[in-house]
């Protein structure tokens, strides 16, 4: 029997983007109980491997913590992690950044979304008000779905 000929699709593209989302401390950029929209999700993309970086240092009032998920699932990548943490030059794919190197997690890949990329910032009377981070996304388009 021949093997049937798979023709790859448009979709079937890998496509990388990075944005760098900066905290400023004000709502939806750090402020306790806002939403940080760190990467915008248009349609439906399957995520190869989402690899956010600490480019500047995360300057932090108290101990503020922040999540990465998608609008309404804002836990779907990872759990709180202490923003005083997340330094710069290391990967956050886990709550214990290390500078070293780590194997991607599983929550971290193979992940159908199409919701926007997101991060909450939580414990009272605290934010995150300075630093930033590098988002990298690698994903193939579902059906026309895109990243900004």
């Known amino acids: 029997m021949t093997p049937a000929l798979i023709t790859p699709g448009p979709g079937s593209r890998i ?11 004000a709502a939806n950029f750090g402020l306790t109980g806002s939403a940080c929209t760190f990467l915008t ?9 989402l690899i956010p970086v600490c480019a500047v240092d995360l300057g932090v009032t108290g101990a503020p913590t922040v999540t990465l998920g998608v609008t309404n699932n804002d836990v779907l990548f ?3 992690t202490l923003g005083s943490v997340i330094d710069a030059g290391e990967a956050w794919i886990n709550t214990t950044p290390a500078p070293d190197g780590l194997a991607l997690p599983a929550t971290m890949k193979d992940i159908v979304i199409s919701a926007d990329v997101i991060g909450t910032v939580a414990v009272a009377a605290t934010s ?3 630093g930033s981070i590098d988002f990298t996304i690698f994903y193939r ?8």
């Open 141 to 148: 388009s579902v059906n026309g779905g895109a990243v900004s």
């Open 128 to 130: 995150i008000d300075s």
């Open 78 to 80: 990872l759990a709180a």
């Open 15 to 25: 496509t990388e983007f990075t944005k760098r989302f900066t905290f400023t401390g």
């Open 41 to 49: 999700i248009t349609g439906t993309v399957f995520v190869v491997a």
